[in-house]
């Protein structure tokens, strides 16, 4: 069974970092690219950034891009989320998603968790 | 950017009752459409990928349809734990895009 176990979020000043991570677990996570989608509190979902399988192809929502980097580590079996100058408006839940045959969908999804931006 | 709208935003419905649920993208994406299905305090559930595949373990009374720029997902027979928040996305160009929801509650 997979599983994907989201962590790292807190509580962060405007501007500051903070990197999340996703462990996996039941899979061997370089066979598949991955995601980070967040949603901020009542709202919708929306999709951050994204891995292929091997790291070297990577895409990023224009909201974050030149701000957030996605990475992994595959020798761990751990996704990651690098992101720097963070902004009240970055203030979400954040879920670690695995693709499915296609890597733009997702058919399994972390628990989440909560990244707040705020003085 | 490819814009996904949803409507209803939101509909009561009884159990029991046929539900469908729209979705419209801004320009074509092919059949690369997929539903997902929230719960509150919960990640998402996919339900349809390919726009019509129903994904593992998803009950049959959920069916998708559509192809281009209009979709649909269907539910037949709401049972009380299908209450929740269902979302269309598309996959064929980047970035991938979310509709903003359709809320589905008992009324």
């Known amino acids: 069974e997979v599983q994907l176990v989201d962590s790292g979020g807190g509580l962060v000043q405007p501007g500051g970092s903070l990197r999340l991570s996703c462990a996996a677990s039941?899979?061997?996570?370089?066979?598949?690219?991955m995601s980070w989608v967040r949603q901020a509190p009542g709202k919708g979902l929306e999709w951050v950034s994204a891995?292929?399988?091997?790291?070297?192809?990577?895409y990023y929502a224009d909201s974050v891009k030149g701000r957030f980097i996605i990475s992994r580590d595959n020798s761990r079996n751990m996704l990651l989320l690098q992101m720097n100058s963070l902004r009240a408006e970055d203030t979400a839940v954040y879920y670690c998603?695995?693709?499915?045959?296609?890597?733009?969908?997702?058919?399994?999804w972390g628990r989440g968790t909560l990244v707040t931006v705020s003085s | 950017e490819i814009v996904m709208t949803q409507s209803p935003a939101a509909l009561s419905v009884s159990p029991g009752e046929r539900v469908t649920l729209s979705c419209r993208a801004s320009?074509?994406?092919?059949?690369?459409l997929v539903w997902y299905q929230q719960k509150p305090g919960q990640a998402p559930r996919l339900l349809i990928y390919?726009?019509?595949t129903r994904a593992t373990d998803i009950p049959g009374r959920f069916s998708g349809s559509g192809s281009g720029t209009e979709f649909t997902l269907t539910i037949s027979g709401l049972q009380s734990e299908d209450f929740a928040v269902y979302y269309c996305?598309?996959?064929?160009?980047?970035?991938?895009?979310f509709g903003g929801g359709t809320k589905v509650d008992i009324k």
């Open positions: 998603a695995k693709a499915g045959y296609s890597s733009g969908w997702f058919d399994g």
């Open positions: 039941g899979i061997v996570l370089r066979r598949y690219a």
């Open positions: 891995s292929s399988g091997g790291g070297d192809t990577t």
């Open positions: 320009q074509s994406v092919s059949s690369d």
């Open positions: 390919g726009a019509s």
């Open positions: 996305q598309q996959f064929n160009n980047w970035p991938l895009t």
